[in-house]
């Protein structure tokens, strides 16, 4: 049943079958999307009606590709604006976070980790309920107590970055503080005997160290928030981000534009995991 | 020393505001909305108006019950299809293969809900990939009906949430050493006394991590329930999102809320007492 102990070939075939139906399961819908962003026809179903560029290129009346969709373009932009903010965000607070919980001791840690990682746990609705409800109450109070008009606190952009960044932070801490556990404290303390101070010893010994975890939560806020829905749908002011688009478009107006940008996507997700596979193993 | 406090705050106070201002506030904001609610003359006064609505009208309760049994039948399936693939993949192919099949899970979880969803659209329509593959191979004449069902929501929410089953497990499973199994298997035990015995204790911790997970993602879907499900298939993340987004009765929907986060933390907490596991654990 493990590698080292023989089985039935009974038990191999139909084990195998079994993950092999799996790996279809998953591949599927990716593959499905993929091969109907070309199919040259007007609906996103079977059949093929053979190979078309269309919904990507085109711009006529019954058919508007994905470089002519003004809506769609824009939504990608504001996306990438809002996920790169919030990576930012979100990696900073994270690797501070990091440093905080594993190198520091302080009363009520316990309870200010228990929030920290919390958000793992908390629906991403929940989240943006409850920001939404405060932020309009203080946007609220700011004007009719001091008549400031504080965009901040209304739905837009900066809110659904705050929102997005509530949970993103988290995940940055818990992958930065998985390196910051294997760091050798000793290099720290040859530091800070060397007359170093301790913000000068984490800025020249501990970030270096750990850089590559930095780029990985860099790398995976970024993602969830290009993919976020949950949280970001109560957050949103008129600048639609992509998911919300994608949703609003499934459920009233879908065209194969849909399957063209699903596919752009999927592609570029491919091509970044295959990368970051040969890149680690080429370290190795 | 007077350098250590310094870089203390410096660590501490962006934590504190992320958590303070983006966790804390906003929670406790939801539970006071929860409770208030508007009187006779339009003013928003104390009352337990919110909850009674909530049991008063029999869909609001019902909904929630059927969301909960919902959430924890997915979470089973979870577990059943994917604990042989979590085997397979760390016990059984060989470790050349294992990387590549790993990569292949975790890029339908980095290309995001929206996009499978869609996918899962796409084959399950009544013009879908399945229903178009059967007529051209002429097993069925009119299309069956699989999208807007109970069958496709499944579908979607399984394949949206059991990569978090997948990877806890894995990571336990990597942590039993095989001549464990070739010991038991020595001894004369079979298969299924092995994995019941050895394999399923060990690995449990994995287990329950990704069972609350995955409880929490499927809970707090709205993607898959409202894309996928048919007219039948009442989710209450729907409930949420109707009184914050049509109805606008944010204090009804901030009662709805505080029961979602009461129903997952109530889940989340047996089961961490039940597995003796504590939360900080759950995160990596």
Do not use: C
Request: charged share 15%; hydrophobic share 55%.
């Amino acid at each position: 049943m493990i590698r080292s102990l023989p089985s039935s070939p009974l038990y191999k075939g139909g084990y195998t079958l079994y993950v092999a139906l799996f790996f279809l399961f998953l591949v599927l819908p990716l593959v499905a999307i993929s091969v109907l962003a070309f199919n040259d026809s007007n609906f996103i179903a079977l059949p093929w009606k053979g190979f078309s560029l269309d919904w990507f290129f085109a711009n006529t009346d019954d058919r508007l590709g994905l470089f002519h969709d003004e809506d769609l373009l824009i939504s990608i932009w504001v996306s990438i604006l809002t996920a790169t903010a919030m990576a930012i965000l979100s990696t900073i607070v994270g690797t501070i976070a990091a440093l905080l919980f594993e190198q520091e001791k302080f009363r009520f840690k316990g309870l200010l980790y228990f929030f920290a990682i919390a958000p793992l746990v908390i629906p991403g609705v929940i989240l943006g309920i409850s920001i939404l409800l405060s932020s309009t109450y203080v946007g609220n109070l700011l004007e009719t107590k001091y008549g400031i008009d504080a965009a901040v606190f209304s739905p837009g952009f900066w809110l659904v970055v705050f929102g997005q960044f509530s949970f993103g932070a988290t995940y940055a801490m818990l992958l930065v503080g998985a390196r910051l556990k294997k760091f050798d404290p000793t290099l720290e303390e040859a530091a800070l005997s060397l007359k170093a101070t301790r913000l000068e010893s984490i800025r020249y010994i501990t970030i270096p160290f750990l850089k590559p975890a930095i780029i990985g939560a860099f790398a995976v806020t970024f993602l969830m928030s290009f993919s976020n829905f949950n949280t970001t749908i109560f957050l949103i002011g008129s600048d639609q981000t992509l998911p919300v688009e994608l949703f609003s478009r499934i459920k009233f107006s879908s065209t194969p534009v849909l399957n063209a940008v699903s596919f752009m996507i999927v592609l570029f997700i491919t091509i970044a995991a295959v990368a970051n596979l040969f890149l680690s193993r080429n370290k190795k | 020393m007077e350098g250590n406090k310094k870089a203390f705050y410096f660590l501490l106070t962006p934590v504190l505001i992320w958590l303070v201002l983006l966790i804390i506030i906003p929670h406790i904001d939801l539970f006071v909305s929860s409770f208030k609610a508007e009187n006779d003359a339009g003013t928003l006064v104390w009352s337990l108006e919110n909850y009674i609505e909530f049991f008063r009208d029999s869909i609001y309760w019902r909904t929630f019950l059927n969301t909960a049994m919902y959430a924890i039948g997915v979470t089973l399936l979870a577990f059943v299809v994917t604990f042989p693939i979590a085997f397979y993949l760390t016990k059984v192919v060989s470790k050349k293969y294992a990387s590549f099949l790993t990569l292949l899970l975790l890029i339908p979880l980095w290309i995001g809900e929206l996009v499978t969803i869609y996918g899962w659209v796409i084959i399950l329509g009544d013009h879908g990939v399945i229903n178009e593959s059967l007529k051209w191979l002429g097993i069925i004449d009119t299309p069956i009906k699989l999208l807007y069902t109970d069958l496709s929501m499944t579908i979607g929410l399984l394949y949206m949430s059991m990569l978090f089953m997948i990877i806890p497990v894995m990571t336990t499973l990597e942590s039993l050493d095989d001549s464990l199994i070739e010991a038991a298997s020595d001894l004369g035990a079979s298969k299924w006394t092995i994995i019941r015995r050895i394999v399923i204790p060990h690995s449990m911790p994995g287990i329950i991590n990704g069972a609350i997970i995955v409880f929490m993602l499927v809970i707090g879907d709205y993607v898959a329930p409202n894309i996928l499900g048919g007219k039948s298939s009442l989710w209450f993340t729907e409930q949420i999102y109707n009184q914050f987004l049509s109805t606008f009765n944010w204090n009804e929907g901030a009662a709805f809320g505080f029961l979602l986060l009461m129903l997952s933390s109530a889940v989340i907490w047996l089961a961490l007492k039940l597995s003796g596991q504590k939360l900080d654990k759950v995160g990596q």
